[in-house]
């Protein structure tokens, strides 16, 4: 993968249907491949991905509260002793913190409303120096553009001085919701983002710069990017980033929409490597089967961009071998009876025997000998 241009680090979980309740981590859960509760254990993963690629760099069960604290249905499954009840953002951003200290390419975080409307989540990540840009529900509050909050209340001389700040009946912050429905019409710009399989994919975006009200302190101002499809009677999404202050709508809207990438990771990884096909129970089971699946998977994507830079994949040319390569099991051609005509010497050694060969004549006879 090219990771000089545009990085991202996609985060999200994906859910495997099961019918009983010995697999490891199984409960009644929100399983997003079919958008509703069942039945199923859901592994939470970070993709690094390119505008050309993707593929996990990190994978992990998430073990529901009720199994962290059986300790039969543990033991049975054998999941280490370490591991504690934590939830998928806490997965997630384990992960990434893992993938700092490893040296990973840094790129801008993408995700879905259930990591990103979490506030401490996103401080998070900007305590680890990473951009992000994540989806938040409707419900998020934030400061329009221009407005905040009072400033702490003055000190009077005596005790610690104040540093909340305040609101008053005539400065609240609005949920993203009500102030994408306060925006006039020509806030919201069409742009497209990609080409789709029949025409290139599009939407009515507004961006704007806010501040999120959650707590009492001042926080930094961020992109808030609201989508606005012409067929729905209000908006739809809504997106908060700590991208640059600069930062073009058009690559704003790149950014949130590279997510889409995982998607085809799962879609690829369950289809065509078997990933939801894990019949054991166990704790380790369970992961290496899924380490086996992504490291086959991470070696198509591979192939799948070398092809993509030359017209004849198929006729690519092969790499030449050393000279003493020996196909395994074959003899030493030192212990051969002529060791000269060894089937498994290099090219050049074979001919330069043949040249050093006196061969006798042995034509026929020009008369026929008969008894």
Known sequence: MDLKGEVYWIVDDTGFRKKGKHS???????????????????????????????????????????????????????????????????????QMQAACAAGVVRGTVLADAAYGSNTAWRDALTALELTYAVGIVSSVKVWPPGQTPEPPAPWKGKGRPAIRHRRTADRQPQSVEALAQSLPRRAFRTVSWREGSNAALSGRFAALRVRAAQGD???????????????????????????????????????????????????????????????????????????????????????????????????????????????????????APCSGLDRDAALDNRRRNRSDTTWNDVSAPSYLMTQ
């Open 24 to 94: 490891v981590g199984v409960a009644r859960q929100y399983c997003g491949e079919i958008g509703k509760q069942d039945n199923c254990q859901v592994a939470v993963s970070v993709s690094l991905a390119t505008p050309a690629a993707s593929v996990p760099i990190a994978f992990g069960l998430y073990l529901p509260e009720a199994w962290a604290a059986d300790a039969a249905k543990r033991e049975k499954a054998g999941v280490p002793e370490e591991i504690a009840f934590t939830t998928k953002p806490e997965i997630a951003l384990a």
């Open 217 to 335: 302190r001042l926080r930094q101002e961020e992109w808030l990017l609201i989508e606005w499809p012409k067929s729905e009677d209000k908006s739809t999404r809504y997106f908060l980033s700590n991208l640059p202050a600069n930062t073009l709508r058009k690559d704003l809207v790149n950014t949130v929409k590279a997510r889409w990438r995982i998607e085809r990771d799962y879609q690829d990884l369950k289809q065509e490597f078997g990933l939801d096909h894990y019949e054991g129970r166990g704790w380790r089971g369970f992961h290496h089967h899924a380490t086996l699946c992504i490291a086959a998977y991470g070696f198509l994507v591979a192939e799948r961009l070398r092809g993509a830079h030359q017209k004849k994949p198929s006729q690519r040319p092969q790499p030449a071998l050393p000279e003493d390569y020996r196909p395994r099991g074959a003899a030493d051609a030192g212990s």
